[in-house]
């Protein structure tokens, strides 16, 4: 069967991409009823991966992002999760640059490529980690994963720059509904990927929805659906078709219930800090004296202030870096 998680990171945000990640493991057996009885990756794979604080003797920390980016090496952290998994997947070799670090996370650049503060210069990679250390952790993993009888199955993402996230938000006119579309297209591509497996999907609730029945019907047309539970808390579904079961479980801070929705997060947070690394270093080679952002809101009008009189001579407009939404 196969365990996956779906995570965000940049939707609250005045500036900087949304981030939307995937990923997958594949573990034997057969989907349990019921699914949440499935077993716990962190348990299975404690020998190289915890998400406690702090990882010791070398372990790899995969925990909600929100938990490990503000530690003093947090970003570090969320780096060395990210490559330890790709490198297990047999996805690093020959990597040089954060684009070529997208596109083995199956990441089309799209618009991202058209803002010069999201160029390649702007974007050293890899950014913290050492490549010894990624190997360590790599070759812990996969002794794990043996001896679990897991393999990895997948990590992907998709980036949605300003000026795209508003050309979405103004499609719809709603930008909850942005964010459900990209999480339901990456469950789509996990179905399509796995046509032959059962499938646990753990989701973060989407903006605070309960119900997903209608949005689930309209996203996979062909399958029969049958609502397990909703809740404040917890929303679960299945999805039959094909002779194949999924269980998609919407829930709140999925990340801190399951390892793949962990890892998912941290994708995001990583690859979120590692644009506006580059934001902040394009946008402060260009305008003296001006402070980094994060992004967020209030910080966010800050520096859209500082950056206004600059505008013109730097032949930018604001809807190109700044959310309408």
Avoid at 173 to 179: D, E, I, R
Avoid at 306 to 314: A, S
Wanted: charge should be neutral; hydrophobic fraction near 45%; include cysteine.
């Amino acid at each position: 069967m196969i365990v996956a998680g779906i995570d965000e990171a940049g939707y609250g945000p005045l500036l900087g991409p949304l981030v939307v990640s995937a990923a997958a493991f594949e573990l034997p057996g057969a989907l349990p009823e019921p699914p949440e009885d499935s077993p716990c990756l962190w348990k299975l794979l404690r020998d190289a991966v915890t998400k406690k604080l702090p990882p010791k003797r070398g372990r790899l920390l995969i925990a909600d992002s929100k938990m490990v980016h503000p530690l003093t090496d947090g970003d570090k952290h969320l780096e060395r999760a990210v490559l330890t998994v790709l490198t297990v997947l047999g996805r690093m070799d020959g990597i040089s640059n954060a684009w070529e670090l997208l596109a083995a996370m199956e990441c089309p650049p799209g618009e991202l490529a058209i803002h010069p503060w999201y160029a390649i210069d702007c974007l050293r990679w890899p950014w913290l980690c050492e490549k010894v250390d990624v190997a360590i952790a790599s070759n812990m993993l996969r002794a794990a994963m043996a001896k679990a009888g897991i393999k990895p199955a997948g990590l992907h993402t998709r980036l949605v720059p300003e000026s795209a996230f508003n050309a979405l938000v103004a499609s719809t006119n709603n930008k909850a509904s942005v964010l459900v579309s990209l999480t339901l297209q990456h469950a789509g591509l996990l179905l399509r990927r796995f046509p032959c497996d059962d499938m646990l999907l753990q989701i973060d609730k989407q903006g605070g929805r309960d119900h997903y029945t209608e949005l689930l019907l309209r996203s996979f047309p062909e399958a029969s659906l049958r609502v397990l539970r909703e809740s404040r808390h917890c929303s679960s579904y299945e999805l039959l078709y094909e002779g194949r079961r999924a269980v998609l479980v919407f829930q709140e801070k999925s990340e801190t219930h399951s390892l793949p929705a962990a890892l998912a997060s941290m994708t995001c947070k990583y690859l979120r800090e590692l644009f506006m690394h580059g934001f902040n270093g394009w946008w402060c080679g260009r305008v003296e004296g001006l402070k980094p952002t994060a992004g967020y809101y209030l910080d966010g009008q800050r520096w859209v202030r500082d950056v206004q009189p600059h505008l013109e001579r730097l032949g930018v407009r604001a809807e190109q870096f700044v959310r309408l939404r």
